[in-house]
Structure formats: structure tokens, C-alpha cells
């Protein structure tokens, strides 16, 4: 092979060397920068108990991609297990959302995810439900009892649906108890304790099955818009929530509710 061709093919060999390079060097880069600008916001709700525990933060899987932002909301009144002045918890509930939109300002949306987990009161997990209602794809999380760790909802889907009785009894009222059975039943007596007005139930015949499904939870929350949209439609304008069920299903049928289009809710802790 005459010399200029050996000296033209190996100039050819170098320079698709160095090009793959650059490239291979451009598209990390590239990759590098996008990583760096994806944040992940990790929102813990302590309320029920007055220890510390085990972080939410450091129990999110490295799947999801970015820089952890995470955020405690606190709304303990050292009092364990126990709600003595509810009324002073809205505030910190407020202030997490100020936070959230404040720490999301300049970043694209694509870009940031938001976690959530908590251990709270029903109210207070329900009202946190509804202000997150808006922040596109939050990933819920639950504490696993069982395991005593934190964990995804990454259960498959049994199928188990909520059955729904006393919509016929609620008539022309005003005003109705919609009591949800989820992890215990809400019992017949105890309502009777402090409400007179219709009941409509909405119960899962095994409160011992996992919730550890996310698909299956977004059935249950809507079933329970479903029931609001028909309460609605029979001119309940009030709605007394009594809620048996662990947090992450609260939660998820918290961000079902349109507090602009539906009837009112009270929200009770059992």
C-alpha cells in the first residue's frame, strides 16, 4: 500500500477516534448536567408519636434521581399520640407548602419530584393530601410496621374494592357521615356518639389486606370521589369524614378531593 494512502487511512482511524471521544465526552456531560438540575423533594409528616425515628430521606430509592431536598413536618405537641390544640397545627402544614413552591421557583417541572410519608393524624395527613393535590407525580411512601422501615407502594393489586352501603338511606340530608373502613372498622356505636345524620359506608371487607399497592389505592380514591361526586349530585353540601386507614391511603384519597367543586368536609380523627 502506497505510503499517502496508509498515512490517509490513519489519519481517518485518529480522527474517528478523537470524534468518538468528543462525542462520548459531550453526551456525559450532557447527562451530567441534567442529573444535577433534577431535585427530589422529600416531605416527612411526624405527628403521633414523640421520637425522632427513622429518616423518610435516607429510605428514598437511589431510582429516584437528584439532589434531596427534604423538609420536616413537625406537628407534635409532645403530647404522644395525641391532638390537644389542632387548630395550631394548620400553620406548619401551610408553611411546608410555602417551602415546596418557594424551593421549586427556576426549575423545570420536568425536573423536580416530590416525596411523600408521614406518620400524622388523619385530619392533618388529609389536609396535607389536598395541598399537594397540585404538585403533578408525588411518589407516597408509608411506614411498614411489620418491617419497621419506610417503603414504596410497590405491592401488586389484589383487586379488593370498598363496598358501599347507606347512599339510599342519605335521601334528601343535608348533611351525611361518610364513614371509611380501610384498616379498622369504624363502628355503628361509636358514631352514634356524636352524630345524628345519615351514614354512608364505604368499607373493605378484609381491613387485614396489604395497601401496599398503588394502583389499587388510586381505585379506592376514586371509588371515594365517585361517592363525593353522587353525594354532590344529591345535594349534600356537608360531608363528616371518619376515616380508619393508615397514611398513605388517607393521603392518596385526600388528592382525590376538589375542594372547589365538592361538598364540604370535616374530617375527624377516630
Known amino acids: 500500500i502506497p505510503d499517502g494512502i496508509l498515512w490517509g487511512v490513519t489519519m481517518v482511524c485518529a480522527l474517528l477516534m478523537i470524534g468518538s ?5 459531550r453526551r456525559y456531560s450532557d447527562e451530567q448536567e441534567r ?28 431510582s429516584i434521581i437528584g439532589t434531596r431536598m427534604d423538609y420536616l413536618l413537625d406537628v407534635r405537641q409532645r403530647k404522644d399520640g395525641l391532638i390537644v390544640e389542632p387548630e395550631d397545627l394548620l400553620q406548619p402544614i401551610g408553611t411546608m407548602k410555602t417551602w415546596l413552591h418557594q424551593a421549586q421557583k427556576g426549575n423545570d417541572r420536568s425536573d423536580l419530584t416530590t416525596v411523600y410519608g408521614g406518620l400524622t393524624a388523619v385530619p392533618l395527613t388529609f389536609l396535607t393530601g389536598v395541598l399537594l393535590d397540585d404538585e403533578g407525580d408525588v411518589v407516597v ?50 358514631l352514634a356518639t356524636t352524630f ?5 359506608r364505604m368499607t373493605l371487607r378484609d381491613s387485614q389486606s396489604s395497601h401496599w399497592s398503588q394502583a389499587r389505592q388510586s381505585a379506592l380514591a376514586d371509588q371515594f ?37 365538592l361538598p364540604k368536609l370535616i374530617v375527624y380523627q377516630y
Open 225 to 261: 370521589l365517585g361517592i363525593l361526586k353522587q353525594l354532590d349530585a344529591m345535594g349534600v353540601d356537608r360531608i363528616h369524614l371518619v376515616l380508619a386507614a393508615q397514611n398513605s391511603v388517607v393521603f392518596n384519597l385526600a388528592r382525590r378531593y376538589d375542594k372547589r367543586n
Open 141 to 190: 411512601m408509608d411506614w411498614d410496621r411489620t418491617a419497621s422501615r419506610w417503603r414504596l407502594l410497590d405491592g401488586s393489586d389484589d383487586g379488593l374494592r370498598f363496598q358501599i352501603t347507606g347512599i339510599e338511606e342519605a335521601g334528601s340530608a343535608r348533611e351525611v357521615v361518610l364513614a371509611i373502613s380501610a384498616s379498622y372498622t369504624v363502628k355503628s356505636e361509636d
Open 196 to 200: 345524628t345524620h345519615p351514614v354512608v
Open 21 to 25: 471521544a468528543v462525542w462520548a465526552w
Open 35 to 62: 442529573l444535577s438540575r433534577k431535585k427530589v423533594f422529600v416531605i416527612e409528616g411526624r405527628g403521633l408519636r414523640d421520637d425522632d425515628g427513622s429518616p423518610l430521606k435516607a429510605a428514598v430509592p437511589d
